[in-house]
């Protein structure tokens, strides 16, 4: 995994010419794109809404942008009705960004939630399932990919100037062939029977159930955390980043007040399919898994 710096300076300016056809084949390696001057302005009323309290019991607040739903938080009335243009103010702008950057995806790609994230993520009480200081790939149990890329686009929004704390680790294939002998096919017919039981809101598929394994496997596994190949990375204050984080390790160490998109895209829109990761798995498994 390597950073790949992009210079952009606002949400609707067009990549450089001369990134635009590297950005998609960097994600699609694995790195991640470092967008260093490219600041999501908070306006001044909207600085009330910085605060943990907001939340309730939830980590993070959401926004569908296909509905305009806001949920997860404990706002009303106006408070609620800034956040909301908040996120979707912050939504538009990154599927501009993954638009100039990645233009291949623009036919394909699917917009899903936004979340703001205004509570510290160093201490907080989790189970390690949930414990996202921990080096995981990402994987939804109740809404199933099927096999489509998880691609995510975030920004430091902190105003008291602190960084993002992250670890990223090791290339994707490499970290599955070492979980790949206690990744288990699922038994034939559950995917079907989870969404049947309303478990989850689609069939989970093989790829599905493998990655969730691979999930806790590398959250569960101490010598992997501590001893695996890794890299230490601040994403400073007034930073965005994107990465596909379906094949990227990654953990948050610390770190308040971030925004982050989440887009779907189809494996064969890729331009390197073979990088993906239910690519990897149908070559180490030996069959098809979506």
């Not at 790949?4 to 990134?19: F, G, K």
């Amino acid at each position: 995994m390597s950073l790949y710096e992009v210079i952009i300076r606002d949400w609707t300016t067009r990549a450089p010419s001369d990134v635009a056809p590297l950005a998609a084949g960097r994600l699609e390696q694995g790195d991640v794109i470092f967008l260093p001057h490219l600041r999501f302005e908070i306006a001044p009323d909207e600085t009330r809404l910085f605060d943990p309290a907001i939340l309730g019991h939830a980590k993070n607040a959401s926004f569908d942008p296909q509905s305009g739903r806001l949920g997860r938080t404990t706002l009303e009335g106006a408070d609620a009705e800034r956040l909301r243009a908040l996120m979707r103010r912050f939504s538009d702008g990154a599927a501009r960004v993954v638009e100039a950057l990645c233009p291949s995806y623009s036919a394909r790609i699917r917009r899903g939630r936004a979340s703001f994230r205004p509570a510290e993520i160093a201490g907080r009480a989790s189970s390690w399932r949930k414990d996202d200081t921990r080096l995981h790939v990402d994987s939804f149990p109740a809404t199933p990919s099927g096999g489509q890329r998880i691609l995510r686009v975030f920004t430091n929004v902190n105003p008291e100037g602190r960084p993002r704390a992250w670890r990223v680790g090791d290339d994707f294939e490499a970290v599955a062939r070492r979980f790949a002998p206690r990744l288990r096919m699922p038994l034939p017919g559950s995917g079907r029977l989870l969404a049947l039981l309303r478990i989850t809101k689609s069939a989970r598929t093989p790829y599905d159930a493998l990655m969730l394994q691979l999930h806790d496997r590398m959250k569960a596994d101490a010598e992997f955390q501590s001893r695996s190949p890794q890299d230490a990375i601040d994403f400073p204050a007034g930073t965005t980043w994107l990465a596909f984080t379906d094949q990227v390790s990654h953990a948050a160490m610390s770190g308040q007040y971030q925004l982050e998109q989440t887009f779907l895209l189809p494996v064969d829109a890729m331009n390197e399919s073979c990088r993906s990761p239910l690519r990897v798995l149908e070559r180490i498994k030996g069959r098809r898994l979506a």
